[in-house]
Protein backbone atom coordinates (compact mmCIF):
# COMPACT_ATOMS: atom_id res chain seq x y z
CA UNK A 1 0.00 0.00 0.00
CA UNK A 2 2.35 3.09 -1.61
CA UNK A 3 2.00 6.25 0.66
CA UNK A 4 3.10 9.85 -0.50
CA UNK A 5 6.04 9.21 -2.47
CA UNK A 6 8.50 11.96 -2.88
CA UNK A 7 11.70 13.02 -4.97
CA UNK A 8 14.67 13.81 -4.39
CA UNK A 9 14.76 12.94 -0.67
CA UNK A 10 17.84 15.59 -0.37
CA UNK A 11 19.30 17.87 -2.58
CA UNK A 12 22.15 20.10 -1.88
CA UNK A 13 22.70 23.13 -4.79
CA UNK A 14 24.20 26.29 -5.06
CA UNK A 15 22.59 29.93 -4.78
CA UNK A 16 20.75 30.61 -8.18
CA UNK A 17 20.23 26.96 -9.25
CA UNK A 18 16.38 25.98 -10.43
CA UNK A 19 14.99 23.30 -7.83
CA UNK A 20 12.22 21.10 -8.74
CA UNK A 21 11.08 18.82 -5.95
CA UNK A 22 8.23 16.29 -7.12
CA UNK A 23 5.67 14.41 -5.27
CA UNK A 24 3.04 11.45 -5.76
CA UNK A 25 -0.21 11.43 -3.87
CA UNK A 26 -1.50 8.28 -2.53
CA UNK A 27 -3.78 6.83 -5.31
CA UNK A 28 -7.53 8.13 -5.31
CA UNK A 29 -6.74 11.31 -3.29
CA UNK A 30 -8.47 14.29 -4.29
CA UNK A 31 -6.53 17.02 -2.43
CA UNK A 32 -3.01 17.81 -2.46
CA UNK A 33 -0.22 20.31 0.29
CA UNK A 34 2.88 21.29 -0.11
CA UNK A 35 4.19 22.33 3.78
CA UNK A 36 7.72 24.09 4.66
CA UNK A 37 9.26 22.95 8.44
CA UNK A 38 11.53 24.98 9.86
CA UNK A 39 12.54 25.51 13.09
CA UNK A 40 10.97 29.02 13.39
CA UNK A 41 8.04 28.63 11.71
CA UNK A 42 7.21 24.51 12.18
CA UNK A 43 5.19 23.11 9.38
CA UNK A 44 4.48 26.17 7.40
CA UNK A 45 1.67 25.64 4.22
CA UNK A 46 2.73 26.63 0.97
CA UNK A 47 0.20 26.00 -1.42
CA UNK A 48 -2.81 22.85 -2.05
CA UNK A 49 -4.45 21.91 -4.85
CA UNK A 50 -7.94 20.60 -4.71
CA UNK A 51 -8.72 18.07 -7.89
CA UNK A 52 -5.23 19.13 -9.41
CA UNK A 53 -6.17 22.54 -9.15
CA UNK A 54 -4.99 25.51 -6.83
CA UNK A 55 -7.20 26.57 -4.35
CA UNK A 56 -4.67 28.52 -1.92
CA UNK A 57 -1.63 29.56 -2.49
CA UNK A 58 -1.08 32.55 -0.13
CA UNK A 59 1.84 30.71 1.75
CA UNK A 60 4.30 30.59 -1.65
CA UNK A 61 6.85 33.01 0.08
CA UNK A 62 7.55 34.70 -3.05
CA UNK A 63 7.54 34.64 -7.08
CA UNK A 64 10.58 32.88 -6.97
CA UNK A 65 8.67 29.56 -5.83
CA UNK A 66 5.88 27.88 -8.37
CA UNK A 67 4.00 24.61 -8.04
CA UNK A 68 2.01 22.62 -10.15
CA UNK A 69 -0.33 19.75 -10.58
CA UNK A 70 -1.08 18.44 -14.11
CA UNK A 71 -2.63 15.42 -13.07
CA UNK A 72 -4.11 13.54 -10.44
CA UNK A 73 -0.79 11.65 -9.66
CA UNK A 74 2.27 14.50 -9.70
CA UNK A 75 2.71 17.77 -8.60
CA UNK A 76 6.03 19.57 -8.47
CA UNK A 77 7.54 22.18 -6.82
CA UNK A 78 9.70 24.53 -8.31
CA UNK A 79 12.20 27.56 -6.61
CA UNK A 80 14.22 29.17 -9.23
CA UNK A 81 16.65 30.93 -8.30
CA UNK A 82 17.38 28.95 -5.19
CA UNK A 83 18.26 31.17 -2.12
CA UNK A 84 20.48 30.02 0.93
CA UNK A 85 16.82 31.05 3.30
CA UNK A 86 15.23 28.49 1.45
CA UNK A 87 16.90 25.93 3.08
CA UNK A 88 14.51 23.74 4.97
CA UNK A 89 12.14 20.12 4.87
CA UNK A 90 9.76 20.65 2.26
CA UNK A 91 6.57 17.95 2.54
CA UNK A 92 4.02 17.03 0.19
CA UNK A 93 0.82 15.69 1.80
CA UNK A 94 -2.01 14.16 0.49
CA UNK A 95 -5.71 14.19 1.66
CA UNK A 96 -8.92 11.58 0.50
CA UNK A 97 -12.56 13.19 -0.17
CA UNK A 98 -14.88 12.65 3.62
CA UNK A 99 -11.93 12.68 5.62
CA UNK A 100 -9.33 15.00 7.63
CA UNK A 101 -6.59 13.74 8.15
CA UNK A 102 -3.33 14.56 6.11
CA UNK A 103 -0.87 11.59 4.95
CA UNK A 104 2.79 12.75 4.54
CA UNK A 105 5.67 11.76 2.49
CA UNK A 106 8.79 11.28 3.89
CA UNK A 107 9.71 15.06 2.94
CA UNK A 108 12.49 16.20 0.69
CA UNK A 109 15.57 18.17 2.94
CA UNK A 110 16.88 20.77 0.70
CA UNK A 111 20.25 22.65 1.28
CA UNK A 112 21.08 25.63 -0.92
CA UNK A 113 24.96 26.62 -0.08
CA UNK B 1 0.89 36.00 12.27
CA UNK B 2 0.83 32.46 13.86
CA UNK B 3 -2.74 31.02 14.20
CA UNK B 4 -1.60 28.01 16.01
CA UNK B 5 0.83 28.48 18.74
CA UNK B 6 2.94 25.59 20.87
CA UNK B 7 4.36 27.36 23.73
CA UNK B 8 6.76 24.89 24.70
CA UNK B 9 9.56 24.06 22.22
CA UNK B 10 10.69 20.64 24.50
CA UNK B 11 9.47 18.53 27.00
CA UNK B 12 11.09 15.85 28.97
CA UNK B 13 9.22 13.40 31.01
CA UNK B 14 10.12 10.23 32.99
CA UNK B 15 9.09 6.62 31.56
CA UNK B 16 5.62 5.83 33.27
CA UNK B 17 4.49 9.53 33.75
CA UNK B 18 2.19 11.73 31.98
CA UNK B 19 3.23 13.76 29.20
CA UNK B 20 0.56 16.51 28.68
CA UNK B 21 1.61 19.02 25.72
CA UNK B 22 -0.02 22.39 25.02
CA UNK B 23 -1.12 23.85 21.90
CA UNK B 24 -3.22 27.46 21.72
CA UNK B 25 -5.06 28.84 18.24
CA UNK B 26 -6.24 32.31 17.75
CA UNK B 27 -9.17 31.55 15.62
CA UNK B 28 -12.29 30.75 17.01
CA UNK B 29 -13.40 29.79 13.62
CA UNK B 30 -11.15 26.43 13.38
CA UNK B 31 -13.32 23.38 13.94
CA UNK B 32 -11.24 20.38 13.65
CA UNK B 33 -7.96 19.94 15.55
CA UNK B 34 -5.39 17.41 15.39
CA UNK B 35 -2.08 16.00 16.56
CA UNK B 36 0.67 14.76 14.45
CA UNK B 37 3.62 12.95 15.53
CA UNK B 38 6.97 13.00 13.77
CA UNK B 39 9.98 10.91 14.15
CA UNK B 40 13.60 11.95 12.43
CA UNK B 41 13.57 11.69 8.75
CA UNK B 42 10.20 10.95 8.52
CA UNK B 43 6.99 12.80 7.62
CA UNK B 44 4.26 13.37 10.07
CA UNK B 45 1.91 11.14 11.25
CA UNK B 46 -1.69 11.32 12.63
CA UNK B 47 -2.16 10.89 16.04
CA UNK B 48 -5.91 11.51 17.04
CA UNK B 49 -8.11 14.21 16.62
CA UNK B 50 -11.35 15.82 17.80
CA UNK B 51 -14.01 18.20 16.52
CA UNK B 52 -15.17 21.23 18.25
CA UNK B 53 -18.75 19.52 19.20
CA UNK B 54 -16.61 17.54 21.32
CA UNK B 55 -14.68 18.51 24.55
CA UNK B 56 -12.47 15.09 24.71
CA UNK B 57 -11.54 12.35 22.40
CA UNK B 58 -10.13 9.23 24.20
CA UNK B 59 -7.31 6.40 21.75
CA UNK B 60 -5.52 3.95 23.80
CA UNK B 61 -3.02 6.06 25.68
CA UNK B 62 -3.46 9.28 23.96
CA UNK B 63 -6.50 11.96 24.98
CA UNK B 64 -6.97 15.07 23.28
CA UNK B 65 -9.01 17.68 25.52
CA UNK B 66 -10.43 20.85 23.83
CA UNK B 67 -11.50 24.05 25.95
CA UNK B 68 -12.93 26.16 23.17
CA UNK B 69 -13.58 29.39 25.08
CA UNK B 70 -9.77 29.45 26.06
CA UNK B 71 -9.05 28.25 22.69
CA UNK B 72 -6.55 25.61 23.99
CA UNK B 73 -6.43 22.22 23.63
CA UNK B 74 -4.09 19.66 25.19
CA UNK B 75 -2.64 15.88 24.42
CA UNK B 76 -2.00 13.92 27.41
CA UNK B 77 -0.06 10.54 26.88
CA UNK B 78 -0.65 8.00 29.77
CA UNK B 79 1.53 6.34 30.93
CA UNK B 80 4.47 7.65 28.74
CA UNK B 81 6.97 5.10 26.74
CA UNK B 82 10.42 5.93 25.52
CA UNK B 83 9.12 5.47 21.87
CA UNK B 84 6.62 8.08 22.04
CA UNK B 85 9.68 10.28 21.93
CA UNK B 86 8.89 12.13 18.72
CA UNK B 87 8.42 15.89 17.88
CA UNK B 88 4.33 16.15 18.09
CA UNK B 89 2.37 19.10 15.85
CA UNK B 90 -0.67 20.87 16.97
CA UNK B 91 -2.59 21.62 14.06
CA UNK B 92 -6.35 23.06 13.24
CA UNK B 93 -8.92 23.60 10.01
CA UNK B 94 -11.87 25.25 9.51
CA UNK B 95 -13.61 22.78 8.51
CA UNK B 96 -13.43 18.95 8.70
CA UNK B 97 -11.55 17.95 4.81
CA UNK B 98 -10.57 19.64 1.59
CA UNK B 99 -9.42 22.53 3.82
CA UNK B 100 -5.81 23.73 4.92
CA UNK B 101 -4.41 22.37 8.06
CA UNK B 102 -2.31 25.35 10.06
CA UNK B 103 0.25 23.83 12.41
CA UNK B 104 1.80 25.07 15.17
CA UNK B 105 5.88 24.91 15.62
CA UNK B 106 5.51 21.63 17.44
CA UNK B 107 7.31 20.74 20.66
CA UNK B 108 9.81 17.89 20.78
CA UNK B 109 9.25 15.27 23.60
CA UNK B 110 11.73 12.94 25.10
CA UNK B 111 11.07 10.08 27.43
CA UNK B 112 13.53 8.73 29.48
CA UNK B 113 13.62 5.89 31.37
Known amino acids: DAGVIQSPRHEVTEMGQEVTLRCKPI?????LFWYRQTMMRGLELLIY????????DSGMPEDRFSAKMPNASFSTLKIQPSEPRDSAVYFCASQGENTGELFFGEGSRLTVL | DQQVKQNSPSLSVQEGRISILNCDYTNSMFDYFLWYKKYPAEGPTFLIS?????DKNEDGRFTVFLNKSAKHLSLHIVPSQPGDSAVYFC????????????FGTGTRLQVFP
Open chain 1, 27 to 31: SGHNS
Open chain 1, 49 to 56: FNNNVPID
Open chain 2, 50 to 54: ISSIK
Open chain 2, 91 to 102: AASLTYNTDKLI
